[in-house]
């Protein structure tokens, strides 16, 4: 008989372990090897607790074949599983990902008594009138005069980001956070761009331009558009 | 084949009936067939303004209900024969009228006139609908005032979901000395707000009242400022493009301007 090859991969990184999984035999034979290996490997009584992040590759395991999974590896000496890796998504994990991921563009004017609510990016190509309102689960982009309502981040999202070539709404909305537009008249602002800082968990206005410097991932919105 | 037209604001008061009596009156002047309906059920008014109230024998929702022929219901103006009007009911139950018959009625006499001008209850309830229903095209009235803007907003976004053109813009009672002091909104950030296209700009103007309490719409008169703005949007209705607010509003600015290119006036 040809020795089966080694189905775990076991290796030290500056966080931790890092546990390769074979993603070619069944998930049955991870499992008892995990157990084998772990209980043979009776390391030095050492009181910290080990990181381990695991490699899935190409497979994908279902959230209770997870949870086994960790308390297998909790069960053994000092290790707590970090994070689980997987190239895989399912379906549904693909089309949700896919459907926050996408900009979604409008022309009109959202006027008084108006709303515009979506999932992803909102690139606006009109007005939001006193009265009229926007609302994404990501970042909102006028292209025109912001003075009624918009909330970026719907489902949570803290940095997501909202910006308007003339800002002048009555009331910003990111994620939880709100700020309205004082009682007295002001007058708008061009070119800015709201976004929530966690200091000070306040919604803050800067230029756009400095706004994407602490927001990176702004710059995927470009990728996102080309293949939108 | 003639052409329907709506007026509406959404907010209440700010000038439809009057809007509607004086374009009405100027398009006849102009020499079109001109028919009015008054739809603001319970309370109309047009008649009034048109000084038509002792006229009226038949009312919108006797023709509804099929009780007499459309034509029937239609009353001639004391001033010329090309303008009548239908009046609205004052008693009956504003149920009557539904989008549906409206637009038949509304149909059948763009058989026989050149326009058809729909004044617009207040509101965005049924009464709107009714009147939106049959018409071609929408004129939004507003006054230079943050409320009445804000209905207009709305009411142009219903619009904006009707089968028809895209609404056009009166702005009514405009007062330019609050303007340059800054207590009016202006013209420009009006339409600014709203980006629709201006079809006029009527002054605030106390012959308006006086005209409407005697019954004889303002755009009778050969030169108040308010029956210029509106013969002014007569013919802008009509296809020609007369310049916006010169005329209307600086009339002493344009007169000197010419002289200054020297063209004689
Ligand atoms: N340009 C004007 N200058 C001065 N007064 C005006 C002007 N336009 C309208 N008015 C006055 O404003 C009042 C309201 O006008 P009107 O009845 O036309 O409004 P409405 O929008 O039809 O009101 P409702 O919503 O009640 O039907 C009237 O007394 C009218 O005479
Ligand atoms: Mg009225």
């Known amino acids: 008989m040809i020795a089966s090859k080694q189905k775990i991969a076991i290796k030290g990184t500056r966080h931790g372990l890092t546990l390769q999984l074979d993603d070619q035999c069944s998930y049955k034979e991870i499992l008892g090897e995990l157990d084998e290996k772990l209980s043979s490997n009776n390391q030095a009584e050492d009181d910290q607790l080990i990181n381990v992040t695991i490699q899935l590759g190409n497979r994908y395991l279902t959230q209770e074949q997870k949870d086994a999974l960790k308390k297998v590896i909790r069960e053994k000496q000092h290790l707590v599983v970090d994070s689980i890796e997987s190239n895989l998504i399912t379906k549904e994990e693909a089309k949700e990902w896919k459907k926050h991921a996408e900009v979604k563009p409008f022309v009109k004017v959202v006027r008084s008594g108006q709303v515009i609510n979506i999932e992803g990016d909102l690139l606006l190509i009109g007005d939001v009138n006193p009265g009229g309102k926007v609302m994404a689960t990501g970042n909102i982009f006028i292209m025109g005069s912001l003075r009624g309502i918009a909330h970026a981040g719907v489902d949570g999202d803290e940095k997501a980001v909202i910006s308007a070539s003339f800002m002048k709404p009555s009331q910003l909305r990111i994620s939880d956070s709100i700020s309205q537009a004082p009682d007295y008249e002001t007058d708008g602002v061009y070119m800015e761009c709201a976004y929530l800082d966690e200091k000070v968990s306040k919604i803050l206005m800067e230029r756009l331009q400095d706004v994407i410097k602490k927001r990176p991932d702004l710059s995927s919105f470009e990728r996102r558009m080309l293949n939108g | ?265």
Do not use: W
């Open chain 2, 1 to 265: 084949m003639g052409e329907a037209i709506v007026v509406t604001s959404g907010k209440g008061g700010v000038g439809k009936t009057t809007t509607t009596a004086n374009i009405g009156t100027a398009l006849a002047l102009l020499g079109n067939k001109v028919c009015l309906i008054d739809t603001d059920i319970g309370l109309r008014n047009l008649d009034v303004v048109m000084g038509l109230e002792n006229r009226i024998i038949f009312d919108l929702v006797d023709v509804v209900q099929n009780r007499i022929k459309l034509k029937q219901g239609l009353i001639p103006d004391k001033r010329f024969d090309c303008l009548q009007l239908l009046p609205a009911a004052q008693t009956s139950d504003k149920s009557e009228l539904s989008p549906k018959r409206m637009k038949e009625i509304v149909e059948e006499l763009k058989q026989d006139f050149d326009y058809i001008i729909i004044d617009c209850p207040a509101g965005i309830e049924q009464g709107f609908k009714n009147a939106v229903a049959g018409a071609d095209k929408a004129v939004v009235v507003t006054n230079p005032e943050k409320s009445s803007i804000r209905d207009a907003d709305r009411i142009i976004g219903l619009l904006e979901q009707e089968d028809m053109e895209p609404p056009k813009l009166i702005v009514n009672r405009m007062k330019n000395h609050m303007v340059k002091t800054g207590d009016m909104v202006d013209v420009d950030d009006i339409v600014n707000l709203l980006s629709i296209d201006l079809l006029g700009v009527v002054a605030d103007d106390e012959e308006v009242i006086k005209a409407s309490n005697i019954g004889e719409p303002v755009a009778l008169q050969p030169n108040s400022k308010a029956s210029l703005a509106y013969r002014n949007i007569a013919r802008r209705i009509l296809g020609e493009s007369v310049p916006l607010l010169s005329l209307e509003e600086e009339q002493g600015l344009l007169a000197k301007m010419k002289r200054f290119f020297g063209i004689r006036t």
